[in-house]
């Protein structure tokens, strides 16, 4: 058995280095599994069928994860629209769910607290407070009480991926952080303490957290769902502060990169699309090598100055690991948009353009990744 591993070990090693130097392509099956996997999308519905957009995602293109919200932005924009009603409802969505998939499924919501809640107390779910709140109390006891009603909810409704806790620095004229009180404070050391606590509480509750958003979003006085968020006269590099300590713990599970413009690290490209920002100091300055995931590669911040294939190559050669392609922006919801996304990035491949090792080594860092959630 041990002779077996070592030979499998070894021809992985091998593909790893042709790969890495363009001398090896798998079949189109292999690259569609890889790039299906990268994919975290969102659909439509508070309810899954074996004919619905949700279970195609999962059973057919294997798609890596579902992303869940509780307001439809492609429709009415009403509380309770899209995917989240009450406790029970949602139980019974994610179960069935995971019984359409034939591998672990990263099911993934925004449950942060205030007003950055998808389980909403209106739902029949626990009442939440700001980070804000949290921070500006700063008692260990009160972050942990709140933070454990929290992950009681999202652990018994079937998430598995919470898209928190925030490591932004809070600047109350930050229209996306600072206006709705994401952030737990303006000093990183409260930031990282509540953060340690919050994430500690998620783990005892086998839930994994996604801290957000890299390399710091807190400092911005614009707002990147509605265009190109310049940071570089504002970011500080205390900024980074909360991911070393944390990661120095081993409690960072997913980063989420952030698309904001920050010249101190990168003059060329925003923060989701940049080899320096993910690859050099993320991973390279800081020593991470767990999964990256972008926010949503749709949202404005991107999307009005890349194309949808620019963008894709960019930030799996940036070092994305996890694509969030919500499908809940107001230009309207697209049922065939995980298609599409996996048929760019084999193009991208086979062209090319992305190198086929780079699909391989985001799929040995979610495969550890499942291992945990599995």
């Known amino acids: 058995m041990d002779l077996k591993k070592t030979m499998i070990t070894a ?20 690259l569609r599994h890889y790039a299906a996997q990268m994919l975290v999308v969102g659909f439509r519905g508070d309810a899954v069928t074996d004919s619905c957009d949700a279970a195609h995602y999962v059973r057919d293109l294997k798609v890596g994860g579902i992303i869940l919200f509780d307001i439809d932005l492609t429709g009415t924009g009403k509380l309770g629209s899209r995917n989240v009603t009450s406790p029970e409802q ?53 972050t942990v009480f709140y933070s454990r009603q929290l992950v009681r ?5 079937g998430i598995n991926l919470n898209l928190a806790p925030l490591l932004d620095v809070h600047r109350d004229d930050c229209p996306p952080i600072g206006h709705f009180r ?28 996604a801290v957000k958003h890299f390399p710091g979003h807190g400092n911005a006085t614009t707002d990147s769902h509605y ?16 991911y070393r300590k944390l990661m120095q713990k081993g409690l960072v599970d997913v980063v989420m990169t952030a698309h904001i413009y920050n010249s101190n690290i990168d003059p060329a490209y925003p923060a989701t699309l940049s080899r320096r920002t993910i690859h050099d100091l993320l991973r390279g300055e800081l020593g991470y090598d767990g999964l990256v995931i972008t926010d949503d590669l749709y949202m404005e911040g991107i999307i009005d ?45 086979k062209n090319g353009q992305i190198p086929y090792g780079r699909l391989l080594e985001s799929h040995q860092r979610i495969e550890r990744f499942l291992k945990r959630i599995g």
């Open 153 to 157: 909810d999202v652990a018994r409704t």
């Open 227 to 242: 265009g190109l968020v310049d940071v570089s006269g504002t970011w500080q590099r205390s900024e980074l502060e909360p």
């Open 90 to 142: 949602l139980r019974l969505m994610t179960a069935k769910l995971r019984s359409l998939a034939t591998y672990p499924l990263i099911i993934a919501a925004d449950q942060e607290g205030g007003l950055v809640c998808r389980l909403k107390e209106r739902y029949g779910f626990s009442p939440t407070v700001t980070a804000k709140y949290l921070g500006d109390t700063d008692c260990r006891d009160t």
């Open 305 to 349: 100055h890349y194309s949808i294939s620019q963008a894709l190559a960019l930030a799996i050669n940036a070092g994305a690991d996890l694509i969030l392609a919500g499908n809940n922006i107001p230009t309207g919801f697209e049922p065939d948009r995980p298609d599409f996304l996996i048929d760019t990035i084999v193009r991208l491949v």
């Open 11 to 30: 021809a992985l090693a091998v593909v790893a280095v042709l790969a890495a130097h363009g001398q090896y392509l798998p079949p189109d099956s292999v």
């Open 182 to 209: 994401r952030s737990f404070s303006g000093d990183v050391d409260v930031i990282a303490r509540h953060a340690e606590w919050t994430i500690r509480e998620h783990h005892r509750g086998g839930v994994m957290c």
